[in-house]
């Protein structure tokens, strides 16, 4: 199977005058395949959302390459190509939301690349259908809330039948329901096919994903399945990262009741795990 992203040897420093530069990423190389569920961490200033902004083309890397789809980042006349097969969530909702509507909103990227009226509406409809958001397409969208905002401003790059979404901070500016929201609407679209790439500081929303990679310092340090990555508590503390808090709560537990499980990262399993050892104290 291709890859939709490759990265070679990546690096890429930020130029502060003539004679300076910041090094932020270093000869990174990874790959994004179809339908993947990938989260990308690190703490502040690790590297992670500089690199979020090179998957697209956002930013071109100063040595190595990116590809997506085959198409190098560095091909101008195929930034709009690379864009539309990989598109971005970016933090502030407000900053992505244009139109005065919702359901304008959703069709202004359609708009600009000449799609027919019909096929128009067809795709919005099903974009505002997968985020729930089909009630308020009439409505401004200053009037929404923060979760529902974001979804709107999924619904956006939805519409434009992107192959992979990245979310680059998608949920930090959000409360926990509006959060929620989100992942619901994330793991939706990856059950459909649609490949998902966040990055993030949440434990929470990481454990959400397939896969994570650890990035620190410019590297990355981890990659692997998040029950996996998990169980380095240690190593992620030095990094300035914790497991998710169902881990530590499941940890704590088990420490008192041994068949309790301690390899938990997900609410739902906590859940589950609690009904059982209620069901063998019943027995």
Known sequence: MEPIIRLDNVSFAYKINEKTKVSVLKNISFSIFPG?????????????????????????PDHGDVWVHGHNTREMKKKRDIRRAVG??????????????????????????????EEMKKRVD?????????????????????????????????????????????????????RKEVLQVMRKMNDIGMTIITVTHHMSEAAEADRIIV?????????GPPREIFKHKQELENLQL????????AEVIHS???NFSRDLIQEEEFIAEVEKLSKEEVV
């Not at 703490?43 to 902004?53: A, R, V």
């Not at 997968?130 to 923060?146: A, I, N, T, W």
């Not at 620190?216 to 990659?223: F, H, S």
């Open 242 to 249: 914790e497991v998710p808090s169902v881990s530590q709560m």
């Open 256 to 258: 008192q009741l041994t």
């Open 215 to 223: 990035i620190e310092g410019g590297q990355i340090v981890m990659d």
């Open 88 to 117: 971005t969530v970016f933090q502030h909702p407000d900053n992505q939301i244009v139109a005065t509507i919702v359901e304008e909103d959703v069709a202004f990227g359609l708009e600009n690349i000449g799609v027919a009226r």
């Open 126 to 178: 099903e974009a505002l259908n997968v985020v729930k958001m089909s009630e308020f397409r009439h409505r401004p969208p200053h009037h929404l809330s923060g979760g529902q905002k974001q979804r709107v401003a999924i619904a956006g790059v939805l519409a434009m039948q992107s192959d992979c979404i990245v979310f680059d901070e998608a949920t930090s500016m959000l409360d926990s329901f509006g």
């Open 36 to 60: 993947e569920y990938v989260a990308i961490i690190g703490h502040n200033g690790s590297g992670k959302s500089t690199l979020s902004k090179h998957l697209n083309g956002i930013l071109t």
